[in-house]
């Protein structure tokens, strides 16, 4: 089970939260899964079904699906036939006079998905140094040495490759649109070779002493620099300086979007048994408008028509069939919400022509003592520092899904050669009417120090748990709890642990900036 989905908690901003879902596509058969995260909340932070309805918590999440990164190893986007860069080239040979608005558009495609394909195998193959060692030896400096050495030489065999795929598409008449496709995606891989090797120039201090850091250094800032001069002398915007710092954020973010949407998948959000919920409520006006009618016709049948007896049962039952219409309609949405779901996220491709299989979402408040004892395990499990939780002072809500995946998917969105194996569902939640009744974040105390009373400065932080349960379709369950420290002014940091309360390793970026090194730049 812990190798069927994969999951990732991060910090996305101060105010958010992304958890992000992959489920693996099955060949040949239907997947399911089931996902379902208890968030426990303090009671003093005032979260309840009266101040934070579920309506809430849906405005709060914003959700994106999008097919999996196709995993290459960095030699493997050079020579592997499942490469992108490969198959263009191929096509391209294989090509003869012109091009159809088919192939056009499936180059377009195979050449846009490059840069996530390019980014994932850089990071991969860079991740170790972005865990350095806590002293420098010769086998680190040497390590060190190898992997950027490799990494500098693949990316300038591919920039090579990639670039001089313009000339061929020139010759075989390709539209506009393509070329614009080519040059943007050229673009954002500068850009993006850019950026990871300004990581690794940042990095470098902690693998190599000072006579070797300063050549590498050297060699790296070169290494950048002509990226950046490559962009320049083609006319490309996006060169960070003083004067264009808001539209280089501005020029790079659409870049990427334009690059990946190639993987984007297009959602249709509906809700779920709108029909037999106004079924549902037509039968119980029905069974209010026969009480009532039966009311008013044993009236007249007793006293006669036009008597104040008859005035008064007739009022009497409107009263009753009022209610009991209320009640049905009450009795009827509590029988929907144990079957059904709140929401059904319907999952397509892009241009909206395949369905790919959908996401049923429900939210609803949850009393303390009906959680499973799996969850009740995993929230108590390891060292405890929170009373709330062993006093039950929490609020918890219970956020499930079902996914449902086709069992053609997989072999749909594997056609033209792109190496599909999986579906991501990212979601991003945001925490902001979790600070609302928080208190300051500092608060001074005093404390005794020697013989002399001081007054010290205090962090004041809050806790939100998050155990997650994944279901597999052979019934098999893992647990997994994410703690989330709050002040407010927003997250702090978050602390991972599995379903024994053993610490787990948060998620880090894999090359992460060290923020000392940061200086300012003209």
């Known amino acids: 089970m812990e190798d069927l989905i994969l999951r990732r908690v991060s910090v996305h901003d101060r105010y958010q939260l992304e958890l992000k879902l992959g489920y693996p596509l099955q060949r040949e058969r239907a997947t399911r899964y089931r996902i379902d995260t208890y968030l426990f909340a303090p009671y003093s932070l005032g979260v309840n079904a009266g101040s934070y309805p579920p309506e809430e918590f849906y405005r709060d999440i914003q959700h994106y699906v999008r097919m999996k990164t196709p995993l290459l190893q960095l030699q493997e986007v050079l020579e592997s036939p499942r490469s992108p860069l490969v198959q263009v080239e191929s096509s391209l040979q294989a090509l003869g006079d012109g091009l159809t608005p088919q192939q056009e558009e499936m180059l377009c495609d195979k050449l846009r998905i490059l840069r996530a394909v390019v980014k994932s195998a850089l990071q991969d193959h860079l991740s170790p140094i972005g865990r350095p060692q806590r002293c420098i030896t010769a086998e680190t400096e040497a390590f060190f040495e190898a992997v950027v050495t490799n990494a500098i030489d693949a990316i300038d065999r591919f920039e090579q490759r990639f670039r001089a795929l313009e000339a061929p598409l020139a010759a075989l008449g390709a539209g506009p649109a393509l070329m614009r496709t080519f040059a943007l995606t050229d673009e954002a891989i500068s850009v993006l070779v850019e950026d990871l090797l300004l990581r690794v120039h940042q990095l470098a201090w902690r693998w190599l002493s000072p006579p070797t850091l300063y050549p590498w250094r050297k060699r790296l800032a070169e290494r950048v620099r002509a990226e950046i001069d490559y962009r320049r002398a083609v006319g490309y915007p996006s060169v960070l300086t003083r004067k264009t710092r808001e539209s280089y954020v501005r020029r790079i973010s659409a870049l990427k979007k334009f690059t990946s949407s190639v993987l984007w998948l297009s959602t249709r959000v509906k809700r779920e048994g709108a029909l037999l919920q106004h079924a549902l409520y037509a039968f119980a006006a029905g069974v209010s408008m026969v009480f009532a009618t039966l009311v008013a016709f044993y009236a007249q049948a007793t006293y006669g028509e036009l008597t104040m007896p008859v005035f008064i049962a007739l009022v009497v039952g409107y009263m009753f069939k009022d209610r009991i219409k209320e009640s049905g309609k009450a009795i009827s949405s509590q029988l929907l919400n144990r079957r059904l779901y709140d929401y059904r996220t319907i999952i397509e491709t892009s241009d909206g022509r395949r369905r790919l299989g959908h996401v049923r979402e429900k939210v609803a408040y949850v009393h303390p003592d009906k959680l499973p004892e799996q969850v009740k395990t995993a929230r108590q499990a390891g060292a405890q520092d929170d009373l709330a939780a062993m006093g039950g002072f929490e609020s918890v809500l219970i956020y499930a899904k079902d996914v449902v995946l086709r069992k053609d998917a997989f072999a749909y969105l594997s056609r033209n050669g792109l190496d599909i194996s999986a579906i991501n569902d990212i979601m991003r939640f945001d925490v902001r009417p979790f600070l609302r009744k928080m208190d300051e974040p500092y608060v001074e105390r005093l404390t005794l120090k020697g013989e002399t ?40 940091r978050i602390e991972q642990f599995d379903a024994a309360g053993r610490p787990a390793p948060a998620y880090r970026p894999r090359l992460p900036i060290d923020p000392p090194e940061w200086t300012e730049v003209e």
């Open 453 to 492: 009373v001081q007054k010290v400065r205090c962090h004041r932080t809050y806790h939100l748990n998050l155990v997650s349960v994944f279901t597999g379709e052979d019934g098999r369950t893992t647990c997994e709890r994410t703690l989330v420290i709050l002040d407010r002014e927003g997250i702090q």
